[in-house]
């Protein structure tokens, strides 16, 4: 029987936002790291308001740096939509160049469906999104849109082994005016662009594998945030179209899942 293929589109929807700072970052690096206060200040306005919203939507496109078996780098482009109920609800619809796929989370089952090859799978899920989360990252294999911002302690594990943080300055994006930060932990690197004012939103942020000598980095623009959208119970809930074929969720090895 046919199965979803996860391994190659993991990590394609972690919520990030990634555009380099080569300059600035290399500035930061010269110097001994410390973690700024004003840098983890600003992040957690940002987490915390995000924490404290009971519903969102939000435009993502991402871009991810890979490298072919000849060594030349592509990039690669996933479009998302993606709208939140904090409570336990989740729907990711994602279009690019490796998937087609929108993604169902109704408080109950995961159910991943295909438009474009009529087959969806669907898997008992754990009745919070928190728990959904770690579900498919540890037994599927696979991050989801906005996944790191979406956890209730998104502070937390951001912050987590963190030995540098830097306010790098200020930009627009959009039109909106940002304060652009670098943080840094072993292996990881990771900026975030967060708007200024009374919506601390995230609206660019970047992660970068610093663990190997490519230094590929996965990058997200985020846009169109709505924090008071309408949702309806039908928005999470699939419905198998006519014609479509139920198929099985590939299953992650033991020893494979990707860490935070």
């Known amino acids: 029987m046919a199965k979803l293929n996860l391994r190659r589109i993991a990590g394609l929807f972690a919520l990030g936002v990634l555009t380099?700072?080569?300059?600035?970052?290399?500035?930061?690096?010269?110097?001994?790291?410390?973690?700024?206060?004003?840098?983890?200040?600003?992040?957690?306005?940002?987490t915390d308001y995000l924490g404290g919203l009971k519903q969102f939507s939000v435009k993502t496109q991402t871009t991810i740096e890979d490298l072919l078996d000849s060594g030349?780098?592509?990039?690669?482009?996933?479009?998302?939509?993606?709208?939140?109920?904090?409570?336990?609800?989740?729907r990711a619809e994602r279009e690019g160049d490796l998937i087609d796929q929108v993604f169902y989370y109704d408080g109950k089952t995961l159910t991943l469906f295909n438009p474009t090859d009529?087959?969806?799978?669907?898997?008992?899920?754990?009745?919070?999104?928190?728990?959904?989360?770690?579900?498919?990252?540890?037994?599927?294999?696979?991050n989801l849109p906005v996944a790191d911002l979406v956890y209730r302690?998104?502070?937390?594990?951001?912050?987590?082994?963190?030995?540098?943080?830097?306010?790098?300055?200020?930009?627009?994006?959009?039109?909106?005016?940002?304060?652009?930060?670098?943080?840094?932990?072993?292996?990881?690197?990771?900026?975030?662009?967060?708007?200024?004012?009374?919506?601390?939103?995230?609206?660019?942020?970047?992660?970068?594998?610093?663990?190997?000598?490519?230094?590929?980095?996965?990058?997200?623009?985020?846009?169109?945030w709505n924090v008071e959208p309408a949702l309806s119970d039908d928005q999470f809930a699939f419905v198998a179209p006519e014609g479509c074929k139920r198929i099985k969720f590939m299953p992650l090895k033991t020893g494979t899942g990707s860490s935070r």
């Open 153 to 224: 302690n998104a502070f937390k594990l951001l912050m987590e082994d963190v030995t540098l943080a830097a306010v790098i300055g200020k930009t627009v994006i959009n039109g909106i005016k940002c304060d652009h930060l670098l943080f840094s932990r072993p292996g990881v690197d990771f900026q975030v662009w967060v708007a200024e004012g009374d919506r601390p939103l995230p609206l660019k942020y970047v992660v970068t594998d610093t663990g190997t000598p490519a230094l590929l980095s996965v990058l997200t623009v985020m846009s169109d």
């Open 20 to 46: 380099l700072c080569v300059t600035g970052s290399t500035v930061v690096r010269a110097q001994t790291p410390v973690v700024d206060p004003a840098a983890v200040q600003i992040l957690q306005r940002m």
């Open 72 to 90: 030349h780098r592509v990039d690669l482009d996933v479009s998302a939509r993606v709208f939140v109920d904090r409570a336990n609800r989740l």
């Open 118 to 142: 009529k087959v969806y799978a669907t898997e008992p899920a754990p009745p919070t999104i928190e728990g959904l989360l770690d579900f498919v990252r540890e037994s599927l294999g696979m």
